[in-house]
C-alpha cells in the first residue's frame, strides 16, 4: 500500500542504521496541555528513559559543506548518555520524514572515526573539511515520551519544547514527533489526523536542524517545483495514485512553510500548482475514488486552493504593470495594485493560520495512506484501485486527447469561457503524461511525449495570456481598470494579436502523435 517505504533496523560495526519514518506537528506551546488531555493520550505507555531533557550539539565546517550535502551531524546528551547521530535526506522528499540514520554511542564529544560506513565518511575524508568541522549551533530540548499502539503499529509520541540557538539568535518552538518504530505508515497519519480534531496542529516539513541552520542563514528559501515522479511499470492505480499525491502535498506543504516567512511571488505561485496538480491527480484516478470521504476532502482542498487566487492573480498584473512601457501611466495602478496585494497577502496568511486549513492539509495526507478508498470492497471500486496505472493512463490520456482536439479544431469559434475551459483540460492532460511519463518507457515513446508536451504547452502559455487579460480587468477598482488597460496591455488589439497564434498553437497540437496509444 504504501510503495516505496521500508523501516529497517539493523546492527553494522558499532552503529546502528535505520530508516527513519516521522512525522512533525507544529503547534503553540499554549496547546501542550489540550495534548496531554487527549483521550488517546490516556492509552499511552510514557517512556521516561525517552524522555527528560536534552542537549544536541550540531557540528558542520565553515563553509556548512555537510548541510549542502543533506547531511546533519549532532551529538546528544541524554540521561548521561551521548549519542552521536548522522541524518541523510533523501533527494525526493515526502511530507513524512523519510531519512537514513545511523546512530553510535559517543563518550561526550564527536567521533568522526565512526562515521566509517555512512555518507559523512566521503566528506571528512577530506582532510581540509574534517579540520574545520566545528559546532555550530545548539538544540535544547524538553522530551515528554510516550509509546502508543495503533491498528498493529507501534508509535513513538514525543512532545516536544525546544529553543535552537547561535552565537546570533534563538528560536524556541514547540512540536509533536510521531515515529513508527514498527508497524505500516499509515498508522502515522491516522494517529495525527486523531490528535488534530482538538488539537490546532500543522504538518510540518522543517526539522529541528533546519531550525538552526534558518538562524544562520543557511536555510533554503527556493522555492520548491513538482519533483519527478517514478512510478513502476507494474503499479497499480492505488499505488501510483499514493506516490503521485504525495509529491502534491509536499510540495504545498513546503512552499507553504517558506511563504509563511516570505512573499516571494514565486512561493505563492508553486504552492498554488502543488494544490492544481493534486486536483488534477484526484481526477485522473476518479473510478477508485468515488466515495464520500474522498469527496469530501476535494472539496476541502478546492477550498484551500482558492484561497490563493486573490494574492496570485494580482501577482500577474503587477509583472506584467511592470513590464509596460508607459511608465506614468501604470504608477499610480501598479501602486494600488501592490497595496491590494499586500491586503491579500495578509489576509491568505491568516487563512493558513486557521485550524480549518490546517486540518485539511493534514486530513489530506490522512486519506491519502489510509482513507476508506484504498479498502472498499464494492467491485467496480476494487477493480478501479488494481487495475494496472498503464492501463488507466493510456484509457484516459486517449479519451482527454479527443476532447481537446475536437475544441483545439474550433479555435476561431471559441469565445472566452470555452478558451478558458480548453486551457484547464490542457494543463490536467500536461499534469497526467509529467506524473506517469515512466509508465511509457523506450526511446519512441519518450521523444513522441516530449513533442506533445511542448505543444501543449504552448498553446496553454497562449490561452493563459488570453485569459489573464479578462481576468486582469477586473482585479481593481473601476477607476483603475481604464489605466489598466493601456498600461498592462490588456486591449482588442492584444487580443487580436493573441488570437491567430492560439490558431497556429491549435493545429500543431492536433497533428501531434499520441506516445501512449500503443499501450491502450
Not at 479555435?411 to 478558451?419: I, P, V
Request: aromatic letters at 6%; charged letters at 30%.
Amino acid at each position: 500500500m504504501n510503495a516505496g517505504w521500508q523501516n529497517k533496523n539493523e546492527p553494522t560495526g558499532a552503529h546502528t542504521t535505520a530508516n527513519e519514518i516521522e512525522l512533525k506537528l507544529e503547534f503553540a506551546a499554549d496547546a501542550t496541555g489540550q495534548l496531554l488531555q487527549h483521550p488517546l493520550m490516556s492509552r499511552a505507555r510514557m517512556l521516561p528513559g525517552q524522555g527528560g531533557a536534552l542537549h544536541a550539539v550540531y557540528y558542520d565546517s565553515t563553509d556548512f559543506a555537510l548541510h549542502k550535502a543533506g547531511l546533519t551531524l549532532r551529538v546528544r546528551k541524554q540521561n548521561g548518555r551521548s549519542t552521536q547521530t548522522i541524518k541523510a535526506e533523501r533527494k525526493a522528499r515526502g511530507f513524512a520524514l523519510d531519512r537514513g540514520e545511523w546512530e553510535v554511542p559517543v563518550s561526550g564529544g564527536l567521533d568522526l572515526a565512526a562515521a566509517a560506513g555512512t555518507p559523512l565518511a566521503v566528506l571528512v575524508s577530506n582532510e581540509a573539511i574534517r579540520a574545520d568541522i566545528k559546532p555550530v549551533f545548539t538544540v535544547e530540548t524538553d522530551r515528554q515520551a510516550f509509546e502508543i499502539k495503533r491498528n498493529g503499529a507501534t508509535i513513538e509520541l514525543a512532545l516536544d519544547e525546544a529553543k535552537a540557538s547561535t552565537d546570533s539568535g534563538a528560536e524556541q518552538f514547540c512540536e509533536v514527533e510521531l515515529e513508527l518504530k514498527d508497524g505500516d505508515p499509515s498508522a502515522l497519519f491516522a494517529l495525527a489526523n486523531d490528535l488534530a480534531d482538538s488539537i490546532p496542529f500543522r504538518l510540518s516539513p522543517i526539522t529541528k536542524s533546519e531550525r538552526g541552520y534558518r538562524l544562520l542563514g543557511q536555510a533554503d528559501s527556493e522555492p520548491v517545483k513538482a519533483g519527478r515522479i517514478v512510478v513502476p511499470t507494474i503499479a497499480s492505480c492505488a499505488e501510483a495514485f499514493q506516490m503521485i499525491a504525495r509529491s502534491c502535498l509536499s510540495q504545498i506543504i513546503r512552499n507553504e512553510a517558506l511563504l509563511r516567512r516570505s512573499s516571494n511571488p514565486e512561493l505563492l505561485h508553486q504552492m498554488r500548482v502543488g494544490f492544481r496538480r493534486l486536483d488534477a491527480a484526484i481526477s485522473l484516478f476518479k473510478p477508485m475514488l468515488r466515495d464520500r470521504d474522498s469527496d469530501a476532502i476535494r472539496t476541502e482542498l478546492r477550498w484551500a486552493g482558492k484561497k490563493l487566487a486573490p494574492a496570485r492573480d494580482l501577482d500577474v498584473l503587477i509583472a506584467r504593470l511592470r513590464k509596460a512601457n508607459d511608465t506614468d501611466m501604470s504608477l499610480p495602478v501598479l501602486e494600488e495594485a501592490e497595496r491590494r496585494r499586500a491586503e491579500a497577502i495578509e489576509s491568505l496568511l491568516e487563512t493558513l493560520s486557521k485550524p480549518r486549513f490546517m486540518r485539511t492539509i493534514l486530513k489530506a495526507a490522512t486519506w491519502v495512506e489510509s482513507g476508506r478508498w484504498l479498502e472498499r470492497r464494492k467491485p467496480a471500486i476494487r477493480v478501479a484501485r488494481e487495475l494496472p496505472a498503464q492501463t488507466r493512463a493510456a484509457r484516459e490520456f486517449s479519451r482527454r486527447w479527443q476532447r481537446i482536439r475536437k475544441d483545439a479544431r474550433r479555435m476561431a469559434d471559441l469565445d472566452g469561457k470555452a478558451r478558458h475551459e480548453l486551457r484547464i483540460r490542457i494543463k490536467k492532460l500536461r499534469y497526467g503524461m509529467e506524473f506517469l511519463a515512466t509508465l511509457f518507457p523506450g526511446v519512441p515513446a519518450r521523444k513522441n511525449r516530449k513533442a506533445m508536451l511542448d505543444r501543449l504547452e504552448r498553446l496553454q502559455d497562449v490561452l493563459g495570456k488570453l485569459n489573464d487579460i479578462e481576468v486582469g480587468r477586473t482585479l481593481l477598482d473601476p477607476p483603475f481598470r481604464k489605466p489598466i488597460r493601456k498600461a498592462a496591455g490588456y486591449t482588442k488589439r492584444r487580443v487580436r494579436k493573441l488570437l491567430p497564434r492560439a490558431e497556429k498553437a491549435s493545429r500543431e497540437l492536433v497533428a501531434a502523435e499520441p506516445f501512449w496509444l500503443s499501450m491502450a
